[in-house]
């Protein structure tokens, strides 16, 4: 059986990225494409209660390095539990953030170092890199206009302005490195348009 494709959808909080994935459900349940979707930090038991802790407001005083081991855990687990039992069978894996996230947020916005990140998610990146990564550009300030604010029981979310604009300068500088991995559509074109754009872009690497 051919291994199946591995995609990742990426973008600063509130870029549009949920619209965008409810869009390519609707399309590849329509097509009757063998698919799964799932998410990160999350997407199993384990990795979803790893989340609860990750995502947690009350979880202030948590430090960016037990932040970053833990998402790489997470990781770990989601890949075991979700992503490769479906790429086995075959199936489209669409997963909503991966690795790419913890370069920008964590690697960037928090000042760990490529070094570091890349160090624990060595899992990740030497056996589950993606096919093709789509990273959908907004900035922060457009982002969280559009959604009305950060949200305040998101510790991510509630971490300020500064930190998002690195977070986003982090991907913007993946994208730079990558591109021939890391797909760019702008986030500022109507839905429908970041779809077709995405559509074209992963039809012409051959991932659909």
Same mark, same amino acid.
């Given at each position: ?7 990742t959808f990426e973008g600063c909080d ?35 209660a790893i989340r609860e802790i990750l ?68 899992? &990740? ?8 990564? %789509?990273?959908?550009?907004? +900035? *922060? $300030? #457009?982002? =969280? @206009? ?10 991510l979310e509630q971490a300020g302005i ?12 993946? &994208? ?8 760019? %559509?702008?986030?500022?074109? +109507? *839905? $429908? #348009?970041? =779809? @077709? ?12």
């Open positions: 059986m051919t291994r199946g494709k591995f995609i509130g870029c549009g990225k949920s619209t965008q994935l409810k869009m390519w459900s609707e399309y590849l349940t329509r097509s009757e494409i063998p698919h799964i979707f799932t998410r990160e930090p999350g997407g199993g038991k384990i990795s979803e995502l947690n407001g009350k979880n202030a005083e948590m430090t960016d390095e037990c932040e970053a081991l833990l998402y790489a855990a997470a990781r770990a687990q989601h890949l075991r539990d979700r992503v490769e039992p479906a790429l086995s069978e075959g199936k489209l894996v669409v997963c909503d953030r991966y690795v790419d996230s913890s370069f920008a947020y964590q690697a960037y916005a928090r000042g760990l170092g490529v070094d570091f990140i890349g160090k624990i998610n060595a899992f &990740a990146l030497e056996n589950y890199l993606p096919d093709a990564t %789509v990273f959908i550009d907004l +900035t *922060p $300030e #457009e982002a =969280f @206009a559009r959604k009305h604010g950060a949200d305040e029981n998101d510790r500064a930190f998002h604009k690195k977070v986003y300068e982090g991907y913007k500088t993946l &994208a730079e490195q990558f591109p021939d991995r890391i797909v760019v %559509v702008s986030g500022k074109a +109507t *839905p $429908e #348009e970041v =779809f @077709a754009n995405t559509f074209n872009a992963l039809k012409a690497r051959g991932c659909l």
